[in-house]
């Protein structure tokens, strides 16, 4: 038997590329390759980029730069750029970096068999195209292999939001949901395969609409899959939050007491110069419905600083709506300009300033996480073990709340979901023993 081709494959950016990488390397496993964690002995390699912010697109190029001795040792190399950046740069990939062979867009990586196939010894291949065709169709079906407890799942993708800041709407394209039918057949054999709880993830997945009760239906139907015991979701806008899933947090036992919503902004002349179409008022009232479904909700949230015309006044309210909605958990970014969106052509708000900015709001998101995450001490939660931890036999998982929980007991094994009394907070993680 001819020995296996080695794919290397590093994923950048949000949970979505950590799925569209799985389902990549299922892709070219059907093309007898097999994944391998360095790059020295791949006979491919894939990078799926990000584009959200500049830092992390640019990271792209110094990371190929990196591959050119490989690639002049080993000729038969093939390099690919997949992912957002692919989308949004295409060819000027190839221009930039002559050694890449492979170009592939998140919406046309069901063709990257036929990529690697089309190029090589010189040759390029391109496909950034929206295509007509489900990829989800078009790709087989996932191998039957064991996996760990938890997994990611894409039910939408795309965005019609146009924050004036976001090139999602650009890269990931228009919005398009699963047809349930096929997330439910996907749910199924994810359990089957050993997993207890699924993230289901969207770039504006409470969007979803394919299911005639949008993402709170198909929430309802997979809760009644055997052996699935958690449910999660994201990330979602505020504006598509609809009374049956604020409902859902309260009556699905499954879907976790977890919502990433964010907000971005506190000011309403910042949210709408960035197109957000909320107020900060409207997103306070919201998360009050939310918290009276669901009153032990941990809200986790989005926040960016420096957008063009942000004054100090505008910031002072951004902190404002942070001390009054509490979050559990918290990205802040300072803004970055990307080409081709709105925001762009707008001037900026002095770096100095908007660094300033960045480390006003993280002090107060991080004594947030922290104060917290200490009160669990003394309570009881629910963890999902997923791994080993870093001391001898330790297990690490889980919460309800997605705080990472440690406990050593050498009753607890991977992917078991276990009663826990939390004894102690760290920085970044909780410490308990089984109840
Ligand atoms: N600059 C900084 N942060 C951004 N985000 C999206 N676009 C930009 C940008 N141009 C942030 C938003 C979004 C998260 C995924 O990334 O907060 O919710
Ligand atoms: Fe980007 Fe989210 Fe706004 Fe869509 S809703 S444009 S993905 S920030």
Redesign the pocket.
Same mark, same amino acid.
């Given at each position: 038997m001819a020995e296996a081709k080695k794919l290397y494959i590093k994923t950048y950016g949000?949970q979505m590329n950590v799925y569209d990488s799985e389902r990549m390397a299922e892709a070219m496993g059907g093309q007898g390759y097999v994944q391998t964690d360095s790059p020295d002995d791949a006979d491919m390699i894939l990078l799926n980029t990000c584009h959200?912010?500049?830092k992390a697109a640019e990271k792209v190029y110094s990371e190929l730069g990196r591959f050119k001795g490989l690639k002049a040792a080993k000729p038969d190399l093939k390099i690919g750029v997949a992912g957002c950046v692919a989308q949004a740069e295409g060819e000027e990939i190839v221009r930039r970096q002559p050694m890449v062979d492979m170009v592939v867009g998140p919406q046309s990586y069901h063709r990257l068999p036929a990529l690697a196939e089309a190029s090589g010894g010189g040759t390029k291949a391109l496909d950034t195209d929206f295509p007509e065709e489900d990829k989800f169709a078009a790709l087989k079906s996932r191998p039957k292999t064991a996996r760990g407890p938890t997994a990611f799942l894409t039910v939408q993708e795309g965005c019609d939001k146009f924050?004036a800041?976001?090139?999602?709407p650009y890269t990931r394209g228009a919005e398009v949901s699963r047809p349930a039918a096929q997330v439910m057949t996907e749910a199924r054999d994810l359990v089957e395969r050993g997993v207890r709880e699924i993230t289901l993830l969207g770039q504006n997945v409470n969007a979803y609409h394919g299911h005639d009760g949008g993402l709170a239906g198909l929430i309802r139907d997979l809760a009644g899959i055997d052996g699935l015991d958690r449910i999660r979701f994201t990330?979602s806008h505020p504006n598509d939050m609809d009374d049956d899933l604020i409902a859902a947090h309260g009556e699905v036992e499954k879907l976790m007491p977890y919502l990433h919503l964010?907000v971005?902004a506190g000011s309403d002349r910042v949210l709408k110069a960035m197109n957000r179409k909320h107020t900060a008022e409207s997103y306070v009232r919201l998360i009050e419905r939310l918290r009276a479904a669901r009153p032990d909700l941990l809200l986790s949230g989005? /926040?960016?600083v420096g957008?063009p015309g942000e004054t100090e006044e505008d910031f002072a309210a951004t902190m404002a709506l942070v001390e009054e909605v509490r979050y559990g958990q918290c990205? !802040? /970014?300072?803004? !970055? &300009?990307?080409p081709g969106?709105p &925001?762009a052509e707008r001037a900026t708000v002095p770096a100095a300033e908007a660094d300033d900015r960045l480390q006003r709001l993280q002090a107060l998101l991080n004594r947030q996480q922290r104060e917290i995450q200490d009160a669990m001490v003394g309570q009881e939660v629910k963890v999902l073990f997923e791994r080993a931890g870093r001391m001898p036999g330790q297990m690490t998982g889980k919460s309800e709340y997605l705080h990472a929980v440690h406990v050593t007991d050498p009753e607890i094994a991977k992917g078991d979901l276990r009663r826990v009394r939390i004894v102690e907070s760290a920085p970044n993680s909780l410490a308990g023993e089984l109840v």
């Amino acid at each position: 038997m001819a020995e296996a081709k080695k794919l290397y494959i590093k994923t950048y950016g949000c949970q979505m590329n950590v799925y569209d990488s799985e389902r990549m390397a299922e892709a070219m496993g059907g093309q007898g390759y097999v994944q391998t964690d360095s790059p020295d002995d791949a006979d491919m390699i894939l990078l799926n980029t990000c584009h959200i912010r500049e830092k992390a697109a640019e990271k792209v190029y110094s990371e190929l730069g990196r591959f050119k001795g490989l690639k002049a040792a080993k000729p038969d190399l093939k390099i690919g750029v997949a992912g957002c950046v692919a989308q949004a740069e295409g060819e000027e990939i190839v221009r930039r970096q002559p050694m890449v062979d492979m170009v592939v867009g998140p919406q046309s990586y069901h063709r990257l068999p036929a990529l690697a196939e089309a190029s090589g010894g010189g040759t390029k291949a391109l496909d950034t195209d929206f295509p007509e065709e489900d990829k989800f169709a078009a790709l087989k079906s996932r191998p039957k292999t064991a996996r760990g407890p938890t997994a990611f799942l894409t039910v939408q993708e795309g965005c019609d939001k146009f924050c004036a800041f976001c090139v999602v709407p650009y890269t990931r394209g228009a919005e398009v949901s699963r047809p349930a039918a096929q997330v439910m057949t996907e749910a199924r054999d994810l359990v089957e395969r050993g997993v207890r709880e699924i993230t289901l993830l969207g770039q504006n997945v409470n969007a979803y609409h394919g299911h005639d009760g949008g993402l709170a239906g198909l929430i309802r139907d997979l809760a009644g899959i055997d052996g699935l015991d958690r449910i999660r979701f994201t990330t979602s806008h505020p504006n598509d939050m609809d009374d049956d899933l604020i409902a859902a947090h309260g009556e699905v036992e499954k879907l976790m007491p977890y919502l990433h919503l964010p907000v971005q902004a506190g000011s309403d002349r910042v949210l709408k110069a960035m197109n957000r179409k909320h107020t900060a008022e409207s997103y306070v009232r919201l998360i009050e419905r939310l918290r009276a479904a669901r009153p032990d909700l941990l809200l986790s949230g989005d /926040f960016i600083v420096g957008f063009p015309g942000e004054t100090e006044e505008d910031f002072a309210a951004t902190m404002a709506l942070v001390e009054e909605v509490r979050y559990g958990q918290c990205y !802040s /970014f300072k803004y !970055s &300009a990307r080409p081709g969106t709105p &925001a762009a052509e707008r001037a900026t708000v002095p770096a100095a300033e908007a660094d300033d900015r960045l480390q006003r709001l993280q002090a107060l998101l991080n004594r947030q996480q922290r104060e917290i995450q200490d009160a669990m001490v003394g309570q009881e939660v629910k963890v999902l073990f997923e791994r080993a931890g870093r001391m001898p036999g330790q297990m690490t998982g889980k919460s309800e709340y997605l705080h990472a929980v440690h406990v050593t007991d050498p009753e607890i094994a991977k992917g078991d979901l276990r009663r826990v009394r939390i004894v102690e907070s760290a920085p970044n993680s909780l410490a308990g023993e089984l109840v």
